[in-house]
């Protein structure tokens, strides 16, 4: 299996602009994890997907946040406007049932 | 979740084993027992889950007090690879809705 599969893997983008992350379970995976994770504040869950619903958005940070899934073999998180403390690594994460999460590689956004 | 307490950092020698404790004197009688570790730049990788019995895999063994406030994650042979942030979280394992609560972990040095 090819993994959990993020894109892109870095983004630079200028304060304001919109970005859009991207990310492609495990085939089979019925749950969706986003994590976002600084050096100050470490990981930490901002959303996640059962079954392609949304079951806790409480970690999005504001409503400049937006995710999506449409479908099992995708997702979206949109930031939108972007501000320069939105700078981060964004994982993506998949789980099939209670079993154990697997984890993306990364996108590192930098928001300028 | 139960809250985990870990050591900041270690460092260990290549070649030896490398025990990392992990404290979690809350823990309720239906949580288990995760370990992740993040290598940098990567996304954070599973290792090993337990709940009340010792179990091993072939990354590593996870070793559970008998009252269940401590654990102990044994590398058997550390090498240089291994050099990464090692996770214990303790979560409830249900259905729908268990996410993983990352603290800041136990940064590990492999040292030749």
């Known amino acids: 299996d090819a993994g959990v599969i993020q894109s892109p893997r870095h983004e630079v983008t200028e304060m304001g602009q919109e970005v859009t992350l991207r990310c492609k379970p495990i085939?089979?995976?019925?749950?969706l994890f986003w994590y976002r994770q600084t050096m100050m504040r470490g990981l930490e869950l901002l959303i996640y997907f059962n079954n392609n619903v949304p079951i806790d958005d409480s970690g999005m940070p504001e409503d400049r946040f937006s995710a999506k899934m449409p479908n099992a073999s995708f997702s979206t998180l949109k930031i939108q406007p972007s501000e320069p403390r939105d700078s981060a690594v964004y994982f993506c994460?998949?789980?099939?049932?209670?079993?154990?999460?697997?984890f993306g590689p990364g996108t590192r956004l930098t928001v300028l | 979740d139960a809250k985990t307490t870990q050591p900041t950092s270690m460092d260990c020698a290549e070649g030896r084993a490398a025990n990392l404790p992990c404290n979690h004197s809350?823990?309720?009688?239906?949580?288990?027992v995760y370990w992740y570790r993040q290598i940098h730049s990567q996304g954070p990788q599973y290792i090993i889950h337990g709940l009340k019995n010792n179990e091993t895999n072939e990354m590593a063994s996870l070793i559970i007090t008998e009252d269940r406030k401590s654990s102990t994650l044994i590398l058997p042979h550390a090498t240089l690879r291994d050099t990464a942030v090692y996770y214990c979280i303790v979560r409830v394992v249900e259905a729908a809705g268990n996410k993983l609560t990352f603290g800041g972990g136990t940064r590990v040095l492999v040292k030749p």
């Open positions: 809350t823990i309720s009688g239906n949580e288990y």
């Open positions: 085939s089979g995976h019925n749950s």
């Open positions: 994460a998949s789980r099939k049932n209670t079993d154990t999460q697997y």
